[in-house]
């Protein structure tokens, strides 16, 4: 779609040439300026060159468009379009303009103004009738668009004007002004002038039926209004500029014209009493009032009271006299001339040189005099317009001041009339020139005479003296200087017959007191009642008047304090007649001056405290006035109250409440809104008012509650942000009955209260809206007698207005009342009441929706809190309040409204459960146009942008109808994908929500590119919501409008850029582009993240290079810049670093940190994306450099986070890259130790929660420098890296995780996700609280567990143990370490601590003695042996066998903890037992009893997994087996020991050895059965499933066995976990059978002694030579044994016998790599194989052996055993060597070079072990005969070959012991 299409609705390339030249001209919008030039919006960024775009305008004003059109663009149509020409018509037509200005206005009122859907308007220039609607909107636009251009160069005159020209905006406006004034501004404004003055409106002949009477009316509306606005620039204007003397002469011409506005050519169409007569009446009196600013009316003044000795400015030229002679002789006396000519009588009489007659002066004063020139002053002093402006003030000041210097009172009438101007002119304006000394001063004059006549004539002193006052501090003070020192008190004079007074000169002037006089008899005993003495000397006033001024000095606020007492007696006392008395005025006026002093001096209250404190007097006792006094003063006393809170909040409000006069609480008002007194105001007040209809008393209360609410929510504030206690005060309850008194009984029942007048209901409806905002927006805390904590008062009062209905349907009832007042706004209004009542209802119904959400967010999942907020905010409203606050949106003319609305629909999308797009309807889709548009004009409020920006992401979170709507994206059409070959290419609409983000992004690109500026955005805000909006597309996989994003060129280019260096401005911007920097890193680790492995291989190099780019940039720019303190210079030449954020900032740098982690971590882990090693060193080098900066720096939870995070980066980062380190690996270890070294030793300290990642990450170096076997550490960062280790141990010292440190721990996870974000506002259910509190307890527990790992990895690499264990022992970290184990066990938590401490420990035992004997010392067993029974249990079995013993080993068993728990349990009883067995085989003797406890605990638990085993092949099952075994082997060798002290344990552990032989032997001569059970059982379930394990039985049943399993038809994981099992089994079988060998006597000495009866030791196998079944439980037979060492030679052939047949094919590749693979497999089998033969043949003939020798055993018996055993061991030894003879190579465990290991790398491995009994030297040495051979009876032929030496043996003592006749029993 065309650009032209998007922002008028027709495509203007298709109609016009040049088409964007007619669009940039018809963006310019004059609304826009003015609301730029009135600070309403922030547009844009360089306001001169906005300000010099728009000159030409300003210059013509309203003539902009009916300039001339010679040099004028022609239109010119590419082709005919009746329509688009038929409209510019009548546009035309309606406006008298050229074709081209009919145009433009038409297209820009399509753009700016225009609020349909954009497709409705080509509908609309085709229809003849819509056509004229559309054309009368046009001219309406017009009109406004004229008014707007007048209030911006209004504004621009007022900015200028400002005295304090030091900010940057007054001077801009000043340097422009100037710009205007050259370009001849002055004549420009006179013309406009005259041109509004002589137009005439447009009426029904000129044209037609489109102008009807009406819109003639609205025309001559327009004018005067236009007219009234140019005066106010004219007058600001001309208040500087003086103008030349033919544009004077071109102003008197005019005015002569129009008669000062009394001869306007349409003052027909005005309405007597309507608004216009308003404006007519301004356009008489400002006239002159700009004339005599011409004149130069201030020169005149400075003349008049010598400031200046010569009389300069137009005034002073003849020719201009001449002039305003001739207009005075034409316009004879008309009244608006008469301030001119009395300006020209008083310059002819004070300049000598004029040469006019004084005849002729005096006829023109007589003339002023006669037209009531004052009066006339009067009147433009009263009117409205008079008050807004100063410079109106000044121009009367001027005059009427330079006239009374001029003329004595007779010649200027009444001086009450010229003080009463001057006091309406006095402002803070002009208040520089009114006193200073040494100059003939009008106001000084006029005080001094007033002072004398005070308080006789009281009235205009005090007037005078509160203007005065209200100007500055310093006035004040004076002020208050010339009351305290009075010098004269005038009064009434005496009658002289009373002998009180005695006259003392001839013409009765001067008089003496008699004698005393008290000034208030009726208050002698007061202590401020002063006396006349006698004697004292008085003056009268003036001839013929009986008043009298005594010289007496006194104070007069003492008077006044005296007055005020009199007052309150007289008001209580009710035979007096309250509406007769005087003095209440003159109380209502000492109350409102003593106001007005302290509003603008506060220190002067502690001299003016005793009025303020009657002023709470008076209202203290105003119920008890009667009958009711004027109303004026009780609303004074408030004001005067209001003021005192102001400055003292606390204390004022405090004593106010004592005062009974504002509502109070009678009971629990928290639980029961209703119950308060309504105090003096709802007794009297209201009462008495509501019955007056005048509500003068309920707006000063409303005001007081307002500025309390405001002053104590400051003060509140500042004790909170100065580190005080900010806690509650005691009127908190009569605090919330005031609001409640104003929510229940004003504003709720406002409308059936009648009004004099109607402004009156306005003000108070806003009063109380202002009082609920300030309310919901207050920060106070209070505490509800229901609740042991606090809770906010904001909070609280949204329940109140949410349980209250009138209060909720009259808030939306305002706003939808509204609506009318936004789509009808007319520029010339001058109410803003209305749209001050809209903002506050606006920002209540946001607020108590945000509070609402806070409440939600910040409540536990199940609290009452949280029940409540689930009602909706507005029930039954939520429709018309969501289309109120759509019609909102369409408000242009206010920036503030429309953000709101923006806001509160935010806010609606995000809180109401309802779809917007539903109920919006066909709105829809014309709002969609209105917010794209809006963000497409480049003049429009970026505040707005912003908050638009914001409603669209928080719409892509909660509102899919609408999402889809916004991006608007087109699919193409099937003819169209057939001409681009079938690739359909989605694209975004340009009234797309996307099409003004990626523009965005353009531009910025563009601009950088251009410029090399980083600096170049006009808001960083709106370019971080623009990448915002674009991140949730992505993160909702929005899969058309990526690929649409995707399509679009260099678009990673644009996003990208973002990640360059940081902006030069402001902190401010900064954060911001912090911001959009970790979403633009987000966007792309989300894209890498979407994209497969195929897909990034096929992208394109050039993007490839830009996410490699993004990497090497984010680096640089987060490590490089921002974190390692780089210092950035600004504008205004400061340097910003990370410390001058805040803690907002603080918190984008973590977001950022975060991202660059994700992007970091997955663009490291694709394949398609390389990054050189280079690269990835120098980013791990920044990091550390960056973490050692944060270090080093002052200690705060900001920079510990920062620090956090970088620590976990850079963990991750080893663990990533640990392959591509290299030699670094020792360098990098270096750093990190450095930097420990560096954090310890400096003031700020090792953070505990950053450890654990460093630590974590050298474990991980550690190892890589391990695997590369080339150790090039120093010894000294062994040494220093385990002192700070076993320092963090020791002083950790592992405290157990209570309870109160759980809710401690819950509290500061509530206050960090309760901040108002939209990331984090989310309910805290349940799960999510267990989860919480389960990850802050593995992140406490997680310092200790990586220090004890990273001892582990030091204790590995270094070579010598020694050197570190006096740390260890120094530190006692053996005894903490064991410590913490007891605490573990006693809390039932820390298995996982429990396991790393049990690695340690067993790597410090397997690297030196001194450690076993420490471990030992300490009592290491005590802890393995009590307490592992409290904390595992086995897994739960369910067997489907009935047996009895089946049923023993596998029953049922009830889980205690979750499988992660039990896993982690299981992992430290296996390590337990290997740290028993290592210390057994280290200590032997002396570790013996502590062996014998351990295994008689923990016996029957070794029987159950022993006995396991035959059902369950997990791994983890059969490594525990495997190190039970192992302990049990090493028990093994001290059998007489164990069997004498735990005979029982002993049997029975010897006969679970047996059985486990048997499952074992059973399982590994069924390859078959084993892979059946693998496959169907050993897969790990899910957890908190059960598992079902069948008996071998059960498994035989469903397992045929037609053929052996194929292991090359595997599944690789059913391969790889079939071949591990296979080796568990067979390792554990080694060990079984070893130990066995140990519990059965020695063979060597069996053959050689000769005693052999004496042997106290039975069998163990039984006389049985059959196989064993797979039912078969309890002792073992020698047929086991048999079948076992079969099974050994049977797999032996069949691993050589696969290993032949992959090597005939040499040339596959394949098949050799599978030999590789299989190598290590193959290895450990054999070997572990051929020592199970050994064993077993040790075994047999051990126990052969010893049956032979045993004489209960028949003879029938021992010759079967004898011909049995011959037979079988005859074919097996026979089936060896044929093994041996096909080149079968032995590695028996027996051998040094080869040993058989368990698959944990914690397990000992088998080699020879020593004999049970260490004085017996058991050298395997044989006797053989003298020829070194043995009998060879069945042809075996073994070598003596160190391979088959052992079977050569073997076959010996076979022939000789079993083969032998029965001469031997």
Not at 30 to 35: D, E, H
Not at 978 to 986: C, I
Request: one cysteine or more; a neutral charge.
């Amino acid at each position: 779609m065309a650009v032209s299409q998007v922002v008028t609705g027709l495509n203007l390339e298709e109609i016009l040439v040049n088409s964007q030249n007619w669009l940039g001209e018809a963006q310019l919008c004059n609304r826009n300026l003015w609301l730029l030039t009135s600070h309403q919006s922030h547009a844009a960024a360089d306001k001169e060159q906005e300000l010099n775009t728009f000159k030409a305008r300003l210059l013509l004003g309203v003539k902009y468009i009916n300039r001339s059109s010679v040099n004028a663009k022609v239109i010119s149509y590419k082709k005919e379009n009746k329509d688009i020409q038929s409209l510019v018509d009548l546009v035309k037509s309606l406006l008298s303009c050229s074709d081209r200005n009919g145009l433009i206005m038409a297209l820009s009122y399509m753009i700016n103004a225009y609020d349909g859907k954009r497709s409705n308007i080509k509908i609309i220039v085709e229809d003849d009738t819509k056509r004229e609607e559309f054309a009368i909107k046009v001219m309406q636009y017009y009109m406004d668009e004229r008014i707007y251009l007048l209030k911006a160069l209004k504004d621009i005159m007022i900015s200028a004007a400002y005295k304090d020209g030091s900010s940057s905006d007054t001077q801009l406006y000043r340097n422009f002004r100037d710009q205007l004034k050259a370009a001849n501004m002055e004549k420009q404004l006179v013309e406009q002038f005259l041109f509004l003055s002589k137009t005439d409106v447009p009426t029904l002949e000129a044209n037609g039926k489109l102008m009807i009477k009406e819109w003639s009316t609205k025309w001559a509306l327009q004018y005067l209004t236009e007219l009234n606005i140019l005066l106010d620039v004219m007058a600001y204007y001309f208040d500087v500029e003086c103008p030349s003397d033919d544009v004077i002469k071109q102003f008197i011409d005019a005015l002569k014209v129009i008669k000062f506005g009394t001869q306007l050519p349409y003052r027909f169409f005005i309405e007597y009493g309507s608004e216009a007569c308003l404006l007519q009446d301004k356009i008489c009196y400002a006239s002159g009032v700009i004339l005599l600013r011409m004149l130069g009316i201030g020169c005149l003044r400075e003349f008049c009271d010598g400031s200046t000795t010569r009389l300069i400015g137009p005034f002073g030229n003849a020719n201009i006299s001449k002039e305003l002679e001739k207009m005075f002789k034409e316009l004879g006396n008309l009244t608006p001339l008469s301030p001119i000519i009395l300006a020209w009588v008083t310059k002819c009489c004070v300049d000598d040189s004029d040469p006019t007659p004084q005849s002729t002066i005096e006829l023109y004063n007589k003339r002023a005099q006669k037209a009531d020139v004052f009066g006339f002053i009067g009147n433009i002093v009263k009117s409205d317009w008079f008050n807004e402006d100063y410079v109106w003030k000044s121009i009367v000041y001027d005059l009427v001041s330079a006239s009374a210097m001029v003329f004595n009172e007779d010649s200027l009438g009444d001086t009450e009339t010229i003080i009463r101007l001057l006091i309406g002119c006095i402002t803070d304006k002009i208040s520089w020139s009114l006193y200073k000394p040494g100059r003939r001063n009008t106001i000084a004059m006029l005080l001094f005479t007033l002072r004398n006549r005070f308080p006789y004539d009281h009235e205009l002193y005090f007037d005078m003296l509160t203007k005065i006052a209200s100007t500055s501090s310093n006035n004040a003070n004076e002020v208050y200087n010339i009351l305290e020192h009075s010098t004269t008190y005038a009064e009434v004079l005496p009658n002289p017959r009373s002998g009180q007074v005695q006259c003392i000169s001839d013409d009765s002037t001067i008089w003496k007191q008699s004698e005393d006089k008290l000034i208030y008899p009726q208050a002698a005993k007061h202590p401020f009642n002063f006396m006349i003495r006698k004697g004292t000397i008085g003056k009268t006033m003036r001839q013929g008047e009986p008043v009298i001024s005594w010289t007496v000095e006194y104070s007069t606020w003492k008077l006044f304090i005296l007055e005020i007492d009199i007052c309150l007696s007289q008001l209580q006392d009710q035979s007096v007649a309250i509406s007769k008395l005087p003095i209440i005025d003159k109380v209502k006026k000492i109350i409102k001056l003593t106001r007005i002093m302290l509003d603008t001096s506060w220190k002067l209250f502690d001299t003016l405290s005793p009025i303020v404190s009657r002023a709470y007097a008076i209202l203290e006792r105003c119920h008890c006035f009667k009958p009711w006094p004027s109303s004026d003063l009780i609303s004074e006393c408030i004001s005067c109250v209001c003021t005192a809170i102001k400055h003292e909040p606390l204390q004022a409000f405090e004593d106010l409440l004592h005062t009974r006069f504002m509502p109070y609480s009678i009971d629990d008002i928290y639980s029961n809104p209703s119950s308060y007194d309504g105090g003096r105001v709802g007794s009297v007040i209201l009462a008495y008012e509501k019955q007056a209809r005048y509500y003068s008393m309920t707006i000063s209360y409303l005001t007081l509650v307002r500025e309390s609410l405001r002053s104590i929510n400051d003060q509140y504030k500042m004790k909170k942000n100065g580190n005080h206690t900010a806690s509650t005060y005691d009127f908190q309850a009569d605090l919330i009955a005031t609001i409640n008194f104003v929510t229940i009984h004003i504003f709720t029942d406002l409308h059936r209260w009648n009004f004099s007048d109607p402004g009156e209901q306005e003000q108070i409806g806003l009063l109380c809206l202002e009082i609920f905002e300030n309310t919901l927006h207050s920060e106070l805390d209070i505490k509800l007698s229901n609740l042991s904590n606090f809770v906010s008062l904001s909070g609280y009062f949204a329940q109140i207005i949410r349980k209250s209905d009138e209060c909720l349907v009259k808030l939306v009832n305002i706003l939808s009342a509204g609506t009318a007042i936004i789509r009808n706004y007319q520029p010339s209004e001058r109410n803003l009441k209305p749209t001050q009542i809209l903002k506050s209802t606006l920002k209540i119904t946001l607020r108590i929706y945000e509070l609402t959400f806070m409440l939600k967010s910040s409540s536990v999942a199940g609290s009452n809190i949280e029940k409540e907020t689930e009602v909706a905010v507005f029930p039954g409203e939520h429709d018309r309040l969501l289309l109120s606050s759509s019609s909102y949106l369409f408000c242009r003319w206010n920036p503030e409204i429309l953000i709101l609305s923006l806001n509160l629909f935010k806010n609606l999308c995000l809180n109401v459960p309802m779809s917007i797009y539903a109920n919006l309807g066909h709105e829809a889709e014309t709002l969609r146009d209105l917010l794209v548009s809006h963000l497409r004009m480049k003049d429009m409020d970026l505040k707005v942008k912003e908050a638009i920006l914001e409603l669209l992401i928080v719409i892509m979170q909660t509102q899919p109808g609408l999402v889809v709507l916004l991006l608007n994206l087109e699919v193409p059409e099937e003819n169209e994908i057939m001409k681009s070959n079938r690739m359909s290419s989605v694209r975004f609409n340009d009234m797309s929500c996307l099409s003004f983000t990626t523009q965005l992004l353009h531009d910025h690109f563009e601009t950088l590119q251009s410029s090399g500026a980083v600096d170049i955005s006009p808001s960083y805000q709106l370019l971080c919501l623009s990448v915002e909006l674009l991140y949730y597309v992505w993160k909702d996989h929005r899969i058309l409008a990526l690929d649409s994003l995707r399509a679009i060129p260099n678009f990673w280019n644009h996003l990208a850029a973002l990640l360059k260096n940081l902006p030069v401005k402001s902190n401010v911007e900064i954060g911001y582009h912090i911001k959009a920097s970790a979403y633009t890193l987000q966007i792309m680790a989300i894209e890498l993240s979407l994209l497969s492995g195929s897909k990034i291989s096929s992208l394109n190099n050039s993007v490839k290079k830009i996410f490699v780019d993004a990497f090497r940039e984010s680096t640089e720019l987060i490590a490089g810049n921002l974190l390692r303190g780089t210092s950035m210079e600004c504008e205004d030449e400061m340097e910003l670093t990370l410390s001058d954020f805040d803690t907002d900032k603080a918190s984008h740098i973590l977001t950022l940190l975060k991202s660059w982690r994700t992007f970091t971590v997955i663009t490291s882990k694709v394949d398609g994306i390389d990054i050189d090693n280079a690269t990835k060193l120098n980013t791990l080098s920044k990091i550390i450099e960056c973490l050692d900066y944060q270090l080093s720096r002052e200690s705060s939870s900001s920079y510990i986070s920062v620090a956090y995070e970088l620590a976990c980066l850079f963990d991750i980062m080893i663990n990533l890259w640990s392959s591509h380190l290299g030699k670094s690996a020792e360098l990098f270890i270096e750093k990190i130790t450095s930097l420990l070294l560096n954090a310890i030793k400096s003031d700020v300290g090792l953070p505990d929660a950053i450890k654990p990642q460093l630590f974590t990450a050298l474990i991980s170096l550690f190892q890589t420098v391990r695997n590369r076997k080339n150790n090039q550490i120093k010894d000294e960062t062994f040494i220093d890296l385990t002192t700070i280790i076993c320092e963090t141990i020791q002083r950790y010292n592992f405290p157990p995780f209570r309870r109160n440190e759980q809710k401690k721990m819950v509290g500061e996870m509530f206050k960090d996700r309760i901040k108002n974000t939209r990331s984090n506002m989310q309910v805290l259910t349940s799960k999510e609280y267990k989860e919480s509190v389960e990850k802050a307890k593995a992140k406490k527990n997680r310092l200790p567990i990586t220090s004890t790992y990273l001892l582990c990895e030091i204790i590995q690499l270094h070579v010598n143990l020694e050197a570190l264990l006096p740390t260890f022992l120094e530190l006692n970290v053996i005894q903490t370490l064991l410590k913490f184990m007891e605490l573990s066990f006693q809390q039932d938590d820390g298995a996982e601590l429990i396991e790393a401490a049990l690695c340690l420990f067993i790597q410090m035992t397997k690297k030196t003695m001194t450690a076993a004997e420490s471990l030992v010392l300490n009592g290491v067993s005590k802890y393995l042996c009590l307490d592992f029974p409290q904390n595992y249990t086995l897994p739960m079995v369910e067997s489907m066998s009935n047996k009895k013993d089946t049923a023993v080993y596998a029953g049922e068993t009830k889980l205690k903890k979750k499988l992660s728990t039990k896993s982690e349990w299981r992992r430290s009883w296996r390590l337990g037992i290997s740290l028993m067995s290592i210390l057994l085989g280290i200590s032997r003797h002396s570790f013996l009893t502590d062996a014998f406890n351990f295994v008689g605990v923990h016996y029957e638990r070794m029987e159950k997994v022993l006995a396991s085993v035959r059902y369950n092949q997990s791994l983890e099952s059969l490594e525990e087996a495997e190190e039970i075994m192992n302990f049990l082997f090493q028990l093994a060798h001290f059998e007489n020991k164990w069997q004498f002290d735990l005979p029982i344990v002993f049997n029975r552990m010897k006969l679970s050895i047996m059985s486990l032989c048997r499952s074992c032997t059973i399982l590994l001569s069924r390859s078959q059965l084993l892979h059946y059970m693998v496959k169907h059982r050993s897969p790990e379930k899910k957890s908190g499933a059960t598992t079902q394990h069948l008996p071998i039985s059960a498994s035989l049943k469903t397992v045929t066995f037609s053929k052996e399993v194929d292991e090359d038809q595997m599944s690789p994981e059913i391969r790889a976990l079939f071949e591990n099992v296979q080796i568990c089994l067979a390792s554990i079988l080694c060990k079984a059978l070893s130990a066995l060998r140990q519990f059965s006597p020695d063979l060597m000495y069996l053959v050689t002694e000769n005693n052999i009866e004496r042997l106290d030791c039975k069998p163990m196998l039984l006389l049985s030579y059959n196989a064993p079944a797979a039912e078969d439980d309890g002792p073992v037979s020698f047929g086991t044994i048999l079948a076992c060492q079969s099974m050994a030679l049977t797999l032996l052939n069949k691993l050589d016998c696969h290993r032949s047949t992959l090597l005939k094919s040499p040339n596959n590749q394949s098949l050799n790599s599978s030999v590789n693979a299989d190598t290590s497999h193959k290895s450990k089998l054999r070997s572990a194989l051929l020592y199970i033969m050994e064993n077993c043949q040790v075994l047999i003939l051990s126990q052969a052996l010893l049956y032979l020798r045993q004489s209960d055993i028949s003879n029938n018996d021992k010759q079967m055993l004898r011909w049995e055993l011959s037979s079988e061991l005859g074919n097996f030894l026979n089936g060896v060597s044929r093994y041996f003879t096909r080149g079968g190579s032995h590695s028996s465990p027996r051998h040094a070079d080869a040993s058989v290991t368990s698959s944990s790398n914690l397990s000992l491995s088998f080699s020879a072990t020593p004999n049970k009994d260490d004085s017996i030297n058991n050298s395997k040495t044989w006797t053989t005969n003298n020829s070194g051979q043995s009998p060879r009876k069945f042809g075996i032929r073994f070598t003596d070959s160190s391979d088959q030496k052992f079977f050569h043996i073997m076959d010996t003592i076979v022939h000789r012991m079993l083969n032998r006749t029965n001469n031997t029993n």
